[in-house]
Every structure is written in structure tokens, then in C-alpha cells.
């Protein structure tokens, strides 16, 4: 029972002791009973809690706050928010009026939650498991609230006390809570300018969530993400030559220096290609219209794994494609060519560039090539090399995957490509 419930129980029950539970005979039914000494009680206790260190001591106040806490559950709510409002101010709150109240009606945990700074994580995380929503939304924008009490109301909560606790700055998140958001934000995509505001927000989520981001969240992303990579190239300058001599035979420092180096095409594609460049083939595709062997020799001629190539041709915005085109070093021309072989449309009704084309551009533009190549190794590295064929059969068939023993790369494959495979 609830303690709401457990209180309407109480006062539903007729006072029955020697003083004040009479009936009335005249008329043949029970009287109001009349609680003042209990109510005065309840009172006199909560001041007794209250007491400075000075006049009580922790036994004497442990005491009386249990006394108490029957007390309250006996209480109307008027005077649970009394009490509650009391021991908001105590630096030592009574661990057992803690947990009553801060569970209790909402005006009454309302008073704990949002004014005693001296409420533990116990007492915290005691509410996000035993409370509801109108306790989950109280909290959600709780003035310095620790990560672990954001973290597990991500876990608990729906989107509305995920949507409050994006909105308070105060809040401290850790990076499991903003990629359990990153996540939800594919189905709730309202949350996603609320996330792109938060300085816990890095990259590796940022780029998963640029995939069901709007065009304007697009933009912010590749503004504020796409870092350069000239510290770790100028660090891994004379590893190359290491790298050489040992035949490139290290699979894993292969991998982290194709991320870091400067050139993004494939010369040995190209020169395996039967296109002469990347351009040549583009506009073959323009011409004869996108086959899946001309978009798997474009994604090897650019540098990329074909399962990258195919999911940046699939992208319904098309930002991705502006992306991998300033990245390989393609010129605007090149990126139209590339649109019209996807069979997109190239004019609106007023023969003007379509919208979508001119968004496309526009991203182009404002895209630096070597932050344009982070942006699109980033995306190569998680969203293939990371993907393994066990992955991609437990997506496809639906079975569950423990993503908390997952790396930052297969989480990012995990949410990128599930809706492609199902689909």
C-alpha cells in the first residue's frame, strides 16, 4: 500500500480511545473524530527532530524520528508537507523521514527534492526506484544532480524526465547516460537539440545521432565534431615508415593509422579500378545511373568499406555524401554528378536547385577537407570495422546483444545500421 493509501486507511478509521471517539447518539452516527492532540503531537515531534545538535543528541533524534514517521503515515498531507518542509533544512535529515517523504505525494517530496541539499545518493537513488514520474520529473531537475542518479533515471525514466534533465545545466551526466540518450533520441528525435547543447556530448555519439538528425542538427554536428587530426599526425609521422618495414602486418596499428593518415583516397583501388579516378567513375554512375558495382568501386576508390559507401548513399538527407565528397577532395561538380546518379532530384518545380541539393551544398561549403576526412574515418572505422558478421546476424534476426560489453565503434555499428538491416 502506498504511503497516500496507507494514510486514507488511517483516517478513515474511527478514533475508538477513551478521550475524543464518542458517537453520536442523538442522531445514530459517528462523529467527525477529533484529532487535535494527535496533529499537535505530530507537530511537537517534527520540532523535536528540528532541534539544534545542541539540544538533541543523534540517539534522542533517531528516536523521536521514527516515532514520527508513524506519525506522518498517519498524517493528512498538509502536515507531511510541514514536516517535509522542516527537515529540508537539517544538514543530518532523519534517513527514515527521508524515505517516507520523498516518495510521498509530489507537493510533499517536492519540498526534499528540490531544497535539501543535504539528501544523500542513497536517498536519491531510493526515489528514482520507488518513485513514479512525478518523482522522476522532480529529480530530473534537481540542482547538481550526481551521474549515477542521472544515469539511472535514463534507465527509469521516459522521455519527458530525460527532456528536463537535458535541460538542466546543473546536472552532471556521464557518458553511459548520454549514450543511452543518444539511443532513445532515434525514436524521441525532439531530444536530439536538448543533447547537441550538452558538454558531455562527444563525438562518438555525435556522429551516431547525425544519422536521424535534422538538416539543422546535421549542420551543428559537423560544425562543432569535426575536429582535425594534425596532433595525432604529427605524433604518428615516423610510425609510418615502423609500419612499412613490418609489412603493415599489425592489424590494429593498421587500423589506427588509416584513421590518422592525411590521404583519403585508395591509390591501390584506383589503380585496380577500371574507372581512371573516382571522378570518371561518378560520372559514369551520372550517366548510366547507380548500379551496386559502380557504388562499391566508388566506396573503394574513396577510401571506404562498401557497408560505409551504402549507408552514405542510402542517407535520406544526403549530408553524408557532401562529407565524403570534401573529404576525398571531389569538387562541387563531382557532388552533383554524384546526386544525380542517385537518381535525387535536382530541380524544384520553379526550376530552382532543390532544397535538398542546396542543403547538401551548402555543407559542402562550409566543411574543411582534413575535418570533412575525421568526420568520414570516423564513420568508416565504427560503422565497418567494428561491425562484425556475428553482429550483423544478431542485428538482422533481432537477437539481443549485451551492449554494455560492446567498444565505442560496435555501439555506434549497433544503432547506425539496425534500422538499415531490419528494414
Known amino acids: ?63 523521536t524520528s521514527d516515532l514520527l514517521v508513524e506519525m506522518l503515515a498517519a498524517a493528512d498531507l498538509a502536515e507531511r508537507v510541514r514536516a517535509a518542509r522542516r527537515i529540508s533544512i537539517l544538514s543530518e535529515p532523519p534517513w527514515s523521514l527521508v524515505r517516507l517523504l520523498i516518495v510521498d505525494a509530489p507537493e510533499a517530496a517536492r519540498c526534499l527534492i528540490e ?60 557518458q553511459p547516460a548520454i549514450e543511452a540518450v543518444a539511443a532513445l533520441s532515434q525514436a524521441h528525435t525532439h531530444l536530439i537539440p536538448l543533447l547537441l547543447k550538452r558538454s558531455e556530448l562527444r563525438p562518438s555519439s555525435a556522429y551516431v545521432v547525425f544519422w536521424w538528425a535534422n538538416a539543422e542538427c546535421r549542420r551543428i554536428i559537423l560544425t562543432r565534431f569535426a575536429v582535425n587530426r594534425e596532433i595525432m599526425q604529427d605524433m604518428a609521422s615516423d610510425v609510418f615508415a615502423m609500419m612499412a618495414k613490418e609489412k603493415w602486418q599489425d592489424p590494429l596499428a593498421r587500423k589506427a593509422l588509416q584513421f590518422i593518415e592525411r590521404r583519403q583516397r585508395n591509390r591501390e583501388a584506383v589503380a585496380k579500378s577500371p574507372y581512371d579516378s573516382l571522378e570518371a567513375a561518378i560520372a559514369e554512375a551520372a550517366k548510366t545511373g547507380m548500379t551496386r558495382t559502380l557504388a562499391e568501386e566508388i566506396a573503394y576508390m574513396a577510401g571506404l568499406k562498401p557497408a560505409t559507401g551504402a549507408k552514405l548513399m542510402r542517407d535520406a538527407g544526403g549530408e553524408g555524401l557532401a562529407v565524403m565528397c570534401k573529404a576525398t577532395g571531389l569538387s562541387r561538380k563531382a557532388l552533383r554528378a554524384l546526386w544525380k546518379a542517385l537518381r535525387r532530384p535536382m530541380r524544384d518545380e520553379d526550376g530552382k536547385t532543390h532544397p535538398d541539393l542546396a542543403n547538401v551544398l551548402v555543407t559542402y561549403d562550409i566543411m574543411a577537407t582534413d575535418r570533412a576526412q575525421t568526420v568520414l574515418r570516423y564513420w568508416n572505422w565504427s560503422l565497418s570495422s567494428a561491425l562484425t558478421h556475428a553482429m550483423l546476424r ?12 560492446l567498444s565505442v565503434p560496435e555501439r555506434a555499428a549497433m544503432l547506425a545500421f539496425a534500422q538499415d538491416l531490419k528494414s
Do not use: W
Open 115 to 174: 531544497d535539501c541539499e543535504a539528501l544523500s545518493d542513497a536517498d536519491l537513488h531510493y526515489c528514482v526506484k520507488h518513485g513514479e514520474e512525478a518523482h522522476h520529473l522532480l529529480l530530473a531537475a534537481r540542482k547538481d544532480l550526481p551521474p549515477l542518479i542521472a544515469e539511472s533515471l535514463v534507465e527509469s525514466g521516459g522521455p519527458a524526465v530525460i527532456e528536463i534533465l537535458l535541460k538542466n545545466m546543473r546536472a552532471r551526466l556521464s
Open 394 to 405: 544478431a542485428i538482422a534476426s533481432g537477437v539481443d546483444v549485451d551492449y554494455e560489453s
Open 1 to 63: 500500500m502506498s504511503n497516500h493509501a496507507a494514510s486514507a486507511a488511517v483516517r478513515a478509521e474511527p478514533d475508538t480511545g477513551a478521550e475524543g471517539g464518542a458517537v453520536t447518539e442523538a442522531s445514530g452516527s459517528e462523529a467527525p473524530p477529533k484529532r487535535q492532540a494527535r496533529t499537535t503531537l505530530t507537530r511537537r515531534l517534527a520540532d523535536v527532530v528540528c532541534l539544534p545538535e545542541s539540544r538533541i543528541n543523534a540517539f534522542e533524534r533517531a528516536v
